[in-house]
Every structure is written in C-alpha cells, then in structure tokens.
C-alpha cells in the first residue's frame, strides 16, 4: 500500500501556532489560579488527606490522555479538576511553609517565574532538536525519585540541596521541552496536554526552590 493513503495532518500556520500558545498558556493560567484556590480551601488540610488527593489529581492525568482525542471539552474540565485537585494536595506542605517561613514562599514564586520564562522561552527559540535530551531527562528524574526516596531512610549530607539542584538541572531540560513540543505541534487540539505538561513543569520548579529557599541552614 501507498504510503500516500496513510493521511498527514497538514502543518499549522503561523496564525495557528500563535493560536495555540495563547491558548495554552491561557489554559496554564487557569489552572494555576485553580490550584490556588484548591490551596486555600485544603489550608487546613493534614497531610493524610493530601495524599488522597494526590491519587485523584493523578487520575485526573490518566483520564485527560484518554480523553484528548475525543473530546477537547472534557480534556479541559479534567485538566481544571487537575488544578483545583494538586492543590488541594499541595496545601498541607505549603501551609507549613506559609507560616514557618512566608519569605521562602515569594522567593520560590519570584525565582520560578524567572526559571520558567528563561529555559521556556529558549525551549521555544531553539531550532535543535531536543527529543534526545527529554528521554535522557526523563530517565534522570526517576532517578532522583529513587535518591528522594532514599534520603527519607538514610540520612545524606546536604541531601536536600543536592535534591534540589539535581531537580533545577532536570527540569531546566523538560521545561525547554515542553515549550519547544508547543512551537512545534501540528494539532491545536494538543492544548490542554502541553497546559498539563507546562504546568506540571512550574509546579515542580516551585517546589524545588520552596526546598532550596526553605532550608535550615
């Protein structure tokens, strides 16, 4: 058979590619004010709670893959679910840290947005292909889960520091990658998925420099 019958969606114009970042980051906005909102309603949540709605804001990840290629609509209200869900289950530690060290929570925001923009403006700039880079990065990540895991049995000098940096280096790469998946897409309909990806990217970078800012030194 032809490889000519097999069909090819035709590249999108610049007119659509402009589209599609402004809908995906109008997407990534909402989604940040919905995890703010899951936040402050979870303030006085413990912790046992935001392990439960951890498990459903991963389900919400898994449904939003399903749903992608049939209905753009339900992708979104899961990817809004998504954000009002991480909240709730990030709300326990950032409370800690809103009242143990407030100061620690700007410079964790300011130094994020500044990480974000930097790395996810080069992702989007660079004409290298960076797909290599991302499986190495993806693989990186597992890694640091496991040294994660490891440094709540075994103590390691300065292991939260070292989780840290490690962190910034990893998502420094994924951040640059996600943004440059979002010139490159041939589907606006991908919009809620890069939102999920690019969101996912802020929320852990603000993490790990919530753990930088927030040590005891």
């Known amino acids: 058979m032809s490889s000519s019958a097999v069909p090819v969606e035709p590249p999108i114009t610049r007119d659509q590619a402009g589209t599609l970042l402004g809908q995906t980051m109008g997407l990534v906005a909402v989604t940040a004010g919905l995890f703010a909102v899951g936040a402050y309603l979870g303030r006085d949540l413990s912790s046992p709670w935001g392990w439960l709605w951890f498990i459903a804001a991963f389900g919400c990840l898994i449904a939003m893959n399903f749903a992608a290629q049939r209905s753009q609509g339900l992708t979104v209200t ?17 409370s ?26 080069a992702g989007y700039a660079t004409r ?81 420099f919530l753990l930088l800012f927030g040590r005891d030194d």
Not at 78 to 94: E, R, S
Not at 101 to 112: I, L, N, R, S
């Open 128 to 208: 290298r292909d960076l797909s290599a880079l991302a499986r190495a990065l993806f693989w990186a990540l597992i890694g640091l889960i496991i040294f994660g895991i490891v440094t709540i049995f075994v103590q390691i000098p300065n292991g939260a520091l070292i989780y840290a940096i490690l962190g910034l280096v990893i998502f420094a790469g994924l951040t640059a990658f996600d943004f440059q998946r979002l010139r490159r897409s041939q589907d606006i309909r991908t919009a809620p998925l890069l939102a999920a990806s690019i969101f996912l990217d802020i929320l852990n970078v603000f993490q790990l």
């Open 78 to 94: 899961l990817l809004f679910g998504f954000g009002v869900l991480i909240g709730l289950a990030t709300a326990p530690t950032l």
């Open 96 to 121: 800690y840290y809103t009242s143990a060290d407030p100061q620690a929570v700007w410079q964790a925001g300011a130094a994020t947005a500044l990480f974000i923009a930097g790395f996810g403006a």
